[in-house]
């Protein structure tokens, strides 16, 4: 696939940024040398509350392969809110919920019938992360995630449980 896209990020007040990406995509279906064209969207905006709690809110669109299937793509939508809380300079706790939409282009076989059907999923996950900084290099986090999917497809459906912890390093 191919993507051409511009967008601006800028301030609208003193506490609330934004970002903007629009453009369009070019993808061939199963290879068959012809490209289809589709938009393409991604929106953001933070808004710092205070000086330990900010909200983030954010949207996609885009065409994307199949994770599934060979040769299929889907149209996928995602919109998250999130929030964070540093109550001071060594800590930080951050919160997301995401929904995310994802539609097949083409039918795919259903394992449960082994008739071609439609597929759509609606996954629906929440995340916390809490960050302590060990000095300016480095920190450790430890997060934690519970999403769970609903699908036309029945085989698809699922509930997941995450929890991974890291040493962070960055200069």
Excluded at 126 to 155: C, M, P, W
Aim: proline content about 2%; cysteine-free.
């Amino acid at each position: 696939s191919y993507r051409v896209n511009g967008g601006f990020a800028s301030r609208a007040t003193e506490r609330v940024t934004y970002r903007i990406a629009v453009g369009v995509e070019g993808f061939d279906y199963q290879g068959n040398s012809s490209l289809n064209w589709s938009p393409y969207y991604q929106l953001g905006a933070t808004w710092m509350a205070s000086r330990k709690w900010s909200w983030t809110v954010t949207g996609k669109g885009q065409h994307q392969n199949s994770e599934e299937s060979a040769g299929n793509y889907g149209v996928v939508y995602t919109l998250g809110v999130g929030a964070a809380y540093q109550p001071n300079r060594r800590m930080s706790v951050a919160m997301k919920t995401l929904w995310r939409y994802d539609q097949s282009e083409f039918q795919v076989l259903d394992p449960d019938t082994g008739n071609p059907a439609d597929q759509v999923d609606h996954e629906i996950g929440i995340r916390t992360d809490l960050t302590y900084r060990l000095n300016k290099y480095a920190s450790l986090r430890l997060g934690a995630e519970a999403v769970t999917q609903i699908s036309t497809i029945d085989a698809n459906e699922y509930n997941r449980v995450r929890v991974d912890m890291g040493l962070n390093f960055r200069y």
